[in-house]
């Protein structure tokens, strides 16, 4: 008995969205009970030449969504990265979360020593999917969800760990 | 064709405190050489009542190692939460490495459907131990090394997510 790189990957990610969409409604309502702008959490660094929060939803979306096309071999959709707001980021949410919940689950059987290749700005990467998976996807896809709770916690909305990890 | 429960948590666990390690140094030389006390990075939150930078490696570590003794029933080793410079973080994240390697890939087979407990402050949670490890050790594994790099980029360590995500 074992588990299955769809396992370990698209429902984990659903999951995980499902859990940041919980995250940014209560950043909403912090902002809305402390007059704090919107633009303050959407616009929020832990250092200036990072990405904001607006970039970390982004990047989690990315990353969930090419580990279902590059494993999966589904077709990908396409996603503007022109998020201005908590709304549009709660909608990339959504529209990411339905196109995985769109990948079927047998696609990634067998794919598991397929070779995966990831373009990055300065080099062309190639892994077997397992190894994209476990070592690039998924701790990529935490990386970003658990910088994007970072960013609401360090602007004070009351969150803890409970909200990142839900309830499996 | 698939991963085990062995593949999901420990290689992964063990390259993650890799990076991490590297990491901390990256810190120790940033420190040293803008003339930062030390005690500033290990000290560092996000906000007031968060955990700082020792209590994000010592939860890493126990994430990890209760892993390993929950699912493979191995035998824990004692940690003592003692951690007060840079050196001691290394000194846990080598003495958990050198555990976690201790630990048979042989010993979680066929236990993905064995029922793990879990005590946390208020409450008793029970899960299969496939649900533990993706739903639970997995992420908080990677919530507190994200928040261990969050809290020494926020010091200005220079350092990137391929630091975090290491070569795997």
């Not at 429902?11 to 919107?38: M, Q, Y």
């Not at 969930?64 to 589904?74: H, I, L, N, S, T």
């Amino acid at each position: 008995m074992s588990v299955t790189l769809y396992q370990v990957s698209v429902p984990v990610f659903i999951r995980g969205f499902d859990n940041l969409s919980a995250i940014l409604e209560k950043g909403r309502r912090f902002a809305t009970e402390s007059g704090l702008d919107e633009k303050d959490l959407l616009e929020a660094r832990l250092f200036p030449d990072m990405g904001n929060l607006i970039a970390q939803i982004q990047r989690a979306s990315d990353t969930a969504k090419f580990a279902a096309v590059r494993v999966g071999q589904v077709e990908s959709v396409s996603m503007e990265d022109d998020e201005t707001s908590l709304d549009d980021l709660q909608a990339r949410i959504a529209k990411t979360v339905a196109f995985l919940k769109s990948v079927p689950e047998t696609s990634m059987d067998g794919r598991d020593d397929a070779m995966v290749e990831l373009k990055t700005r300065d080099s062309v990467r190639h892994f077997t999917a397992r190894d994209y998976v476990l070592g690039f996807a998924v701790p990529n896809f935490y990386f970003h969800a658990t910088t994007a709770y970072a960013l609401l916690r360090h602007k004070g909305v009351p969150i803890g760990k409970l909200d990142f990890l839900g309830r499996p």
